[in-house]
């Protein structure tokens, strides 16, 4: 990271610092939560946990080389430095938040109810064709994920890529706080965390605290698809550029060639110009991914042929739309979350494949009192989508079991097989009489649910 020294950092987060002054001057060289990644000279940030607390850590951090500890116990006369604040978690995003302002760079900021990693990813794609991107790891898109992903950024970065998740109000305001993003890029407003935000409204109002931090001369991207994002009227003034399949979209696809689970090729129009370019990673939710990366990449000076080549550089990753074949199945490893509506995209995936289908599901979280009936209506898409075998694991899943069968018995035709089973390890046992040799399988579930350990199973077989 850029040069801050302990006094700096004192100030920042509106501590005391504990030390000799000649320490004081000292810079950190990075910033740690996990006392197993310090490096010399880190400054660790002791962050309690439900299941650990990093004060515990703190000897051991500086025997390992870190410079300084940041605590919120008064930890007396000790033969190290530290600063005592009030709240470590708030220590780090002010750090965090003070840091980024410190920073020439340019900031995507990236949210939605659904496709934020996959539109990350593709953005992130696009735009290391022309700069060098930091982008979001995994899943560290949080008020603890976010600030540390910021701490990454170092002086050859010139674009950070920056997913940004929420599950109740005021959690965005945070984050954007930090982020300061120059370019807002919002997906969809869905169905996920309905526990705290209560309605589709709700979730539009949160995602939308993004807006009173960005850059007041940047830009905002919405998906115009969506029927809350393209009647949205932000209260800072920027005019919304709209991304998407409709004709109201500035940025939106021309022909679309479905290739099955081999992706699509679409052409792209753009008000700079029409091209033409193939998506590897397949599902219809992927042409607004791209189009989105388009409208950043165009924004920030790339040509045509450098944004045709981020599209088709983009591989999917592993739990996210990831096409495993093991020879006996193929696999759609999709396992890494689910709500109601990738539940439902993602059988449309499965949907296309020119073999027997199965569907592998499992529950649903945070979705409030409506839980139930979107469990069912995830089942009736599937019946309805023509998937041969549903298998469904979890309490919540039998939900998605009941709104299968009920869907089959209204069809005409050969109705669906459904199973469901309470836990994974009951699925197991019966597995191997289950499946055929030549199957897609489709791997869904909310994280919770571990579904990664079907996934290994199934390549194993």
Not at 189 to 213: F, N, P, W
Not at 417 to 444: N, Q, R
Request: proline share 3%; net charge negative.
């Amino acid at each position: 990271m850029k040069h801050m020294s302990l006094a700096e950092i004192t100030s920042a987060c509106h501590g005391t610092y504990h030390g000799d002054s000649e320490t004081a001057a000292k810079e950190v060289s990075s910033v740690a939560i996990d006392s197993r990644k310090i490096e010399k000279d880190s400054l660790f940030i002791a962050i309690k946990g439900a299941r650990s607390d990093g004060h515990d850590f703190i000897p051991q951090t500086i025997e390992n080389g870190a410079l300084c500890a940041l605590s919120e116990k008064d930890l007396g006369d000790v033969p190290y430095p530290y600063i005592l604040v009030d709240s470590c978690k708030q220590a780090l995003k002010d750090l965090a938040e003070h840091y980024r302002r410190s920073l020439n760079i340019k900031v995507v900021g990236i949210t939605g109810s659904v496709g934020k990693t996959s539109t990350k990813e593709m953005v992130a794609s696009v735009l290391s064709q022309k700069y060098r991107v930091l982008k979001t790891a995994g899943n560290f898109n949080n008020e603890i994920g976010l600030p540390l992903t910021v701490f990454n950024i170092r002086e050859e970065h010139e674009i950070a890529v920056l997913e940004m998740g929420i599950s109740d109000f005021g959690e965005m305001t945070r984050l954007a706080k930090v982020a300061r993003p120059d370019i807002c890029i919002f997906t969809n407003i869905g169905y996920s965390h309905l526990e705290q935000l209560k309605s589709r409204d709700g979730i539009l109002k949160a995602k939308t605290e993004m807006l009173q931090y960005m850059n007041p001369k940047g830009s905002i991207l919405f998906n115009g698809d969506d029927d809350k994002l393209n009647t949205f009227v932000p209260e800072n003034g920027i005019q919304p550029v709209y991304f998407g399949l409709g004709e109201n979209s500035t940025y939106r696809a021309g022909h679309v060639e479905n290739k099955g689970l081999h992706g699509t090729t679409v052409e792209f129009i753009t008000p700079e110009a029409r091209f033409t370019a193939h998506i590897s990673i397949p599902g219809s939710h992927m042409v607004n991914n791209a189009l989105a990366g388009t409208a950043a990449g165009f924004m920030l000076g790339l040509t045509e042929e450098e944004i045709k080549s981020g599209i088709e550089a983009l591989v999917p990753l592993d739990g996210r739309n990831h096409l495993i074949e093991t020879g006996k199945f193929t696999v759609i490893d999709d396992c890494y979350n689910a709500n109601p509506g990738s539940m439902k995209a993602s059988l449309d995936v499965l949907a296309q494949a020119d073999t027997r289908t199965v569907a592998v599901l499992g529950d649903m979280g945070e979705l409030g009192d409506g839980w139930k009936e979107m469990h069912r209506q995830v089942g009736k898409h599937a019946s309805e989508r023509g998937i041969q075998m549903i298998i469904c694991i979890g309490e919540m899943a039998g939900e998605i079991a009941d709104g299968a069968s009920t869907a089959a018995k209204a069809q005409a035709g050969q109705p669906a097989g459904v199973l469901h089973y309470d836990t994974k390890a009951a699925f197991f046992a019966d597995m191997e009489s289950i499946l055929k040799p030549g199957d897609t399988i489709l791997v869904k579930a909310s994280h919770m649910m571990g579904f990664s350990e079907i996934v290994e199973k199934l390549q194993n077989l």
